[in-house]
């Protein structure tokens, strides 16, 4: 069954570092997506994608963060300088139409100290 | 916020027990999903409902849709404890390109 795939599952990083999060989706699938969840709370939407373009995007995505899709298959997520709140699970997630079932990856637990 | 708000925030049953969750939103909506979250992974997609739909069965899910009090409700029948997990409603709004989700309801069946 394909699946989204998530690089890596956990990455430390110091404060001030610029970190990649790298996500595979599904590979017919047209919108992408990342979403954070700091633990244990509330699932927040960052930003959508597609046809090589930001969709939306809410205000956590702010200057520091940048998304891409550098080739045909990889979806990534750059946070230029990492703050210590910026601790979290990210999770992408990729979608063959809008208002359809959404698929996500296991997750990158981004830990910055 | 766009968020969903679900109640109640924690729930703990017996197994073999139905569990009910709700979920409530603000605005109009083309149609709204429930996810289950175990913990420290992955979403998994559980089950979509239309806005033009009102009840939907997968299995032991059952999720109903009320567009006029903006809510929904998910049952799990016949609960088990593989079922322990975090439930999270989310809503497809406006061109349908993004869906946000409500603040989740954690489940605990106890054997």
């Known amino acids: 069954e394909p699946e989204v795939t998530q690089t890596p599952s956990h990455q430390v990083t110091q404060m001030g570092q610029e970190v990649i999060l790298r996500c595979v989706p599904i590979s017919n699938h047209l919108y992408f997506y990342w979403y954070r969840q700091i633990l244990g709370q509330k699932v927040e939407f960052l930003v959508s994608f597609y046809n090589n373009e930001i969709s939306e995007k809410s205000e956590i995505f702010d200057d520091q963060f940048s998304v891409e899709r550098p080739d045909g298959s990889n979806f990534t997520l750059k946070i230029r300088s990492t703050k210590l709140e910026d601790s979290a699970m990210y999770f992408c997630?990729?979608?063959?139409?809008?208002?359809?079932?959404?698929?996500f990856g296991q997750g990158t637990r981004l830990t910055v100290v | 916020s766009q968020q969903g708000e679900e109640d109640p925030q924690a729930l703990s049953i017996q197994e073999g027990e139905n569990a009910t969750m709700n979920c409530s939103y603000k605005?109009?909506?083309?149609?709204l999903q429930w996810y289950r979250q175990n913990s420290g992974r992955g979403l998994v997609h559980l089950i979509l409902?239309?806005?033009?739909?009102r009840e939907k069965h997968s299995g032991r899910l059952r999720v109903t849709l009320d567009t006029s009090k903006k809510s929904s409700s998910l049952l799990i029948t016949a609960s088990r404890a593989a079922d322990t997990a975090s439930y999270f409603c989310?809503?497809?709004?406006?061109?349908?390109?993004?869906?946000?989700f409500g603040t989740g309801t954690s489940l605990t069946v106890i054997p």
């Open positions: 409902i239309r806005s033009n739909e």
């Open positions: 989310a809503t497809d709004v406006g061109a349908g390109n993004q869906f946000y």
């Open positions: 605005t109009s909506i083309n149609n």
């Open positions: 997630a990729s979608r063959g139409q809008p208002n359809t079932e959404a698929f």
